[in-house]
């Protein structure tokens, strides 16, 4: 069985991809797929709306059968202030996530946040909803979370997203802002590096003043497609990775652009040579 720790292992081994691109029917079955492609474990993320609290048994069945599932990603969150029902539900929603995922040994639970809206200039912590309190309640929510996170022994990593998605946290030093505030080792940064190439001016760079808050990264090329499709520099964003001691995994979150066992493979390959 792969040992999971993420530390006893080098970047090139550390490679999983979203349960959602693999063909199966089971988890045991896309592992087995998975495996094939040269990935060492699977990011979970649920289909069709549903939540890993409804996939319990599955979930369970999954890491007795010796299944990797080391990161789990939720749908986008909406922190939506202007409704306090929808933000506290939200936050129950995540609450209950953690707390399932954390049972079949996730390590890392990735948040991608948005308040439904496109950034119309500024900063985006502090263009939130456009006032102090609003602010505050993001934060106090996302504050809430990191501590049901510390109590599950889980790392709740908050995804910026661009700005055409959201208005809240577009680059990886908003992230780093929000993580300062909340101050508790249980929340870190998730890089994607699709929403890096609309926002970062200089991706390694970002990684560079980030590192230290880094506790996950997502993996697809400029154009939302595997890496090796786009133009991305995969040997100088991996190569900032490494240098920097990069300890988390690297999962592919991405659209292929053809099969399941042709493009996976490739897109393993071209990782595995930029990051040794």
Same mark, same amino acid.
């Given at each position: 069985m792969i040992d999971t720790n993420p530390a006893k292992l080098p970047l090139a081994e550390r490679i999983s991809c979203q349960e959602r691109l693999l063909p199966g029917d089971s988890l045991e079955q896309?592992?087995?797929?998975?495996?094939?492609?040269?990935?060492?474990?699977?990011?979970?993320?649920?289909?069709d709306g549903r939540s890993f609290d409804d996939r319990r048994g599955e979930l369970w069945r999954a890491a007795a059968a010796g299944v990797v599932m080391p990161t789990a990603c939720v749908d986008v969150v &909406?922190?939506?202030?202007?409704?306090?029902?929808?933000? &506290?539900?939200?936050?129950? &929603?995540v609450c209950s996530q953690l707390c399932a995922v954390a049972a079949v040994g996730a390590e890392v639970v990735i948040m991608p946040?948005?308040?439904?809206?496109? @950034? @119309?200039?500024g900063s985006p912590v502090e263009e939130s909803e456009g006032s102090p309190e609003h602010r505050g309640m993001v934060l106090e929510a996302l504050a809430e979370l990191a501590e049901q996170a510390q109590r599950e022994g889980v790392v709740l990593g908050l995804e910026p997203v661009n700005r055409y998605e959201n208005q809240l946290i577009n680059t990886l030093a908003d992230a780093v802002a929000v993580c300062e505030q909340i101050g508790l080792p249980s929340v870190r940064v998730a890089a994607d590096t699709y929403h890096m190439n609309i926002e970062e001016a200089d991706p390694a760079g970002a990684l560079l003043t980030a590192a230290p808050w880094l506790g996950h990264v997502q993996l697809s090329d400029s154009n939302r497609l595997e890496p090796g499709r786009g133009h991305l520099d995969w040997s100088l964003l991996l190569g900032t990775l490494n240098a920097v001691g990069y300890p988390g995994w690297l999962a592919l979150e991405?659209?292929?652009?053809?099969?399941?066992?042709?493009?996976?493979? @490739?897109?393993?390959?071209?990782l595995r040579g930029a990051a040794l």
């Open positions: 896309k592992w087995e797929v998975a495996q094939q492609a040269g990935l060492t474990g699977i990011e979970l993320r649920c289909p &909406h922190l939506d202030t202007s409704d306090g029902q929808q933000l &506290h539900e939200a936050i129950r &929603h946040i948005s308040n439904g809206e496109p @950034r @119309r200039g991405c659209q292929l652009s053809g099969a399941a066992t042709d493009t996976l493979p @490739r897109a393993v390959s071209i």
